[in-house]
Structure formats: structure tokens, C-alpha cells
């Protein structure tokens, strides 16, 4: 399974290039996007060397790492990934914060949701940390149902 290019009603969600970390690094610059998640802004070196890594892919022959850019009016605004093992994909996404409050995070996540869905995933999952209410709001639009299960100090979300 490799990621393919999809739309949603604003955005275009691009297939991972190690060419977009200058543009990402000043994506994901502001401090306050690591409050829940922990770490700090990464530099295009960083990020260069992550997206190299991303797009050479796990070891394991029945994983697959499937990570996009987001894409508004031509310029990049944050990212979204799905981990897939077997059937099953854990999904992320960020949107910079100065494009926050838009809606950007729950059109990507449910455009994420159903490009999986068409690639035969059948169970999806998030890990969201109890005290971000926005990304529990995002997960919930996207379909996904909380569970009690906590690991690693985040809720487990689920399809």
C-alpha cells in the first residue's frame, strides 16, 4: 500500500516529499503544537532526515507508513499519516497553529478515514490525549468512538 494523492472539498493531501521539510519546519514551528504530544519544533535537517526514514518504509513486510502533506491554496498548512498492519491503520494528523480553527484537521481526518476505507482498511484507530478536546472533537467527526482504554497516557479511539 503506498500514499496516493486524494482531495477533499479545500484541500489536497500530497504524498510525503522530503523536499517539503523547509516549508514544513515553518509548519510546525509554534511550541504550543507539542502540549499534548511533548517534543519541540524540528529543524529542515530534522525533518529532511525523518521524511527520508518515513519514505523508505518499515522493516516489517505487512506494515505500511502512508504520510501526506495538507495542501491549502497552495501551500502547506500540516500533515496526516496512517500506520497500516494488516487491516488496521493508527492515524495521526497536525495542522499549524496559524491554521487552526478552520476545520482543516476534521476535513483531512474524515478525507483520511475514507481513503482508507476504499484501500480496504477495516479498523482504524487514534490516540488522543485526554485533555485535548479539539482533537477528540476531530476524531469523533472523523467516525471514531472512544474507548476506556488508555495507553500511554491517550485515549484509545476506534472504528
Known amino acids: ?6 482531495h477533499t472539498a479545500r484541500l489536497a493531501v500530497l504524498p510525503l516529499q ?6 514544513m519546519a515553518k509548519v510546525l514551528a509554534d511550541p504550543d503544537l507539542y502540549t499534548f504530544t511533548g517534543g519541540e519544533p524540528p529543524t529542515v535537517e530534522v525533518l529532511e532526515n525523518r521524511y527520508r526514514r518515513q519514505l523508505a518504509g518499515p ?3 505487512d506494515e505500511h507508513w ?15 499519516q ?7 491503520a493508527e492515524i495521526a494528523w497536525v495542522v499549524g497553529t ?5 476545520g482543516y484537521a476534521k476535513e483531512v481526518a474524515l ?7 476504499e484501500h480496504g482498511v477495516e479498523r482504524i484507530i487514534a490516540h488522543v490525549h485526554p485533555d485535548h478536546a479539539a482533537s477528540a472533537s476531530v476524531t469523533a ?6 474507548t476506556d482504554q488508555l495507553d500511554d497516557g491517550e485515549y484509545l479511539w476506534t472504528t
Do not use: C, H, K, P
Open 82 to 88: 496512517a500506520t497500516v498492519t494488516g487491516s488496521t
Open 1 to 6: 500500500m503506498i500514499a496516493t494523492t486524494f
Open 18 to 23: 522530503v523536499e517539503y521539510a523547509a516549508e
Open 141 to 146: 467527526a472523523a467516525g471514531l468512538i472512544r
Open 59 to 61: 522493516d516489517r513486510d
Open 111 to 117: 478525507g483520511l478515514v475514507a481513503w482508507l476505507d
Open 66 to 80: 502512508l504520510n501526506w502533506v495538507i495542501q491549502y491554496d497552495d501551500q502547506l498548512v500540516g500533515y496526516v
Open 98 to 102: 496559524d491554521w487552526q480553527g478552520r
